[in-house]
């Protein structure tokens, strides 16, 4: 691109946000610009670890004020790696187990680094149900179903705001991603399977093994349609419980559950996944979190800046890096910069869902330094957030330029999560997560070597 179409090509992005704040002056309060976004999301992330300090070297279309980046006082390129792999993966719950199990099994040599001393993030703190249309489970039970359906429920949900293309996306593959857990990682048995709520009790955050119906029955009666089983709870096991929630999921201290739902803990979704993590020795770094993104004067991601024991780190990432750190509900700066109110006390039995060491938005800091778009924000009435860095149904983030940042990806809250003005519940956001980190997964497998 010559440096005149440069000049065009930001004269006119420059006047679309112009003419997007415009437009959101009139809707508001139910959304913020881009602009404010990224502004208030990077003031968030100076509190994190170094996070872009390394990137701010990278392209110049970066969104973060030259004035609030650290000085670029170290090359794009370490004098030496720490450690290397061909895709390396930040986080190892509902996006990140999903997204190293399948770029190892598509060849990638995978590294994942986590911060806490234990797998699984928010896969092991969440009720455990996954959404899925015309599933193995569905048929084996009688239920009729198809994916058509399934991103007709989730569109209504969005009531304006939903991406389409990314939640046909999600809808396409919600059953086969449910078969791949039970068939293919040796999730709970078909045999097992059984009705677990009936229809007109509709949803409850705890349930025994089985099927109920994906979203209260008020929701399908809102938008017209017939209730459909197809959230998908595992057995329940104790051992899946996530080691820092002090509360946990329908513990016999937990109230405004049926009493056969009490006492079962854990969540019973994570053991497949810590099971083929471990069968198939993808390696791990834990205590490591992530504080930046190590990329080339041309805007290509080479690899992360992490931070383990206080001590810097940096590791090359052959093929491609993908994203999975969650959201920035823990950051107040970046929270303040999506609208978000603070989390609310709700039937989990305390304020919001994660602990204040996660979800700190250290992926979305990291991916705006380099360049990286915002996805729209929805304010919807559940408690989890719904904002984070654009990605495009190949998982790839996309730069503020519209073209996607090479070898970057990104899924579940880091990307915005599942959006839509009516939280559609049950199963959705895993649904979401679950299917966006398998395709970050294989793509960022697929990539050639930079070396």
Known sequence: MSKEQRSESAVSRSQSIKEDEMAEEKEAPKRVSRRQFVKGAALGAGALAGAGALASCAP??????????PPCATPWLPESWDEEADVVVCGSGT??????????????????IEKMDWLGGMMRRCGGGIAGANTIVQKELGVTDDADSYYDYLVACGEGVIDPEMHRVQADNSGANVNWIIEDLGGQPLSE?????????????????????SGTPVFFEKYGMEPVQRCHWFKANPDDLDPEDKRGYCRDEIVGFPERDKGYGGTGLWKPFEEAIKARNIRTMMETSLAGLVANPDGEVLGIKAVSAGKTLYIKARKGVVLATGSGENNKA????????????????????????????????????????????????GTLPNGGIKVNT?????????????????GGTTAGGSQSRQYPNCGHAVSFSLCFGRVAGQNAAAEESWE
């Not at 399977?193 to 119906?213: A, H, K, Q, R």
């Not at 109110?341 to 039995?349: K, W």
Request: proline fraction near 9%.
């Open 60 to 69: 110049a279309a970066t969104p973060v004020p030259a004035q609030e980046c």
């Open 95 to 112: 996006v990140g187990a999903p997204a190293a199990i399948d770029a190892y099994d598509a060849g990638a040599d995978v590294l994942i």
């Open 193 to 213: 399977w059984d009705f677990s709520t009936p229809e007109d009790e509709g949803m409850t955050i705890c349930v025994v093994p089985g099927l109920n119906v």
């Open 334 to 381: 970046m929270a303040m910069s999506y609208n978000l109110a603070e989390p609310v006390a709700g039937p989990y039995g305390g304020a919001g869902i994660s602990i204040p060491e996660e979800n700190d938005g250290a992926g979305i800091a990291a991916a705006l330094a380099v360049g990286a778009d915002t996805s729209f924000i929805a304010l919807g009435t």
């Open 394 to 410: 190949k998982a790839q983030v996309i730069h503020v330029n519209g073209e996607p940042i090479p070898r970057l990806y990104a």
